[in-house]
């Protein structure tokens, strides 16, 4: 399993940011697929899920309204589009395959003025 997230960077707040998981080594349409983030000195929280078709999603309480998983099954890849971004959205962001240990190296968001 290989999970290469990317498309974080330096926002200000206010802002938007479209993240992307390219995943390979598994049928990818066949998992639920999820994003994490981790903030300095923070535990890794879940952030957003989408089901194996993209029919169901769930999101953390902090986020819902400004973020909206998607997937492309067909390209292998999940997407996380990040609006109204706030300076505690600022994490290195991870996605994550259902049932799967593995973790990508993460992409850096800094939300700051």
């Known amino acids: 399993v290989q999970l290469v997230e990317s498309g974080g960077g330096l926002v200000q707040p206010g802002g938007s940011l479209r993240l992307s998981c390219a995943a390979s080594?598994?049928?990818?349409?066949?998992?639920?697929m999820s994003w994490y983030r981790q903030a300095p000195g923070k535990e890794r929280e879940l952030v957003a899920t989408i089901s194996s078709t993209g029919r169901t999603t769930t999101y953390a309480h902090s986020v819902k309204g400004r973020f909206t998983i998607s997937r492309d099954n067909a390209k292998n890849t999940v997407y996380l589009e990040m609006n109204s971004l706030k300076p505690e959205d600022t994490a290195v962001y991870y996605c994550?395959?259902?049932?799967?240990?593995?973790w990508g190296q993460g992409t850096q968001v800094t939300v700051s003025s």
């Open positions: 080594g598994f049928t990818f349409s066949g998992y639920g």
């Open positions: 994550k395959a259902a049932t799967f240990p593995s």
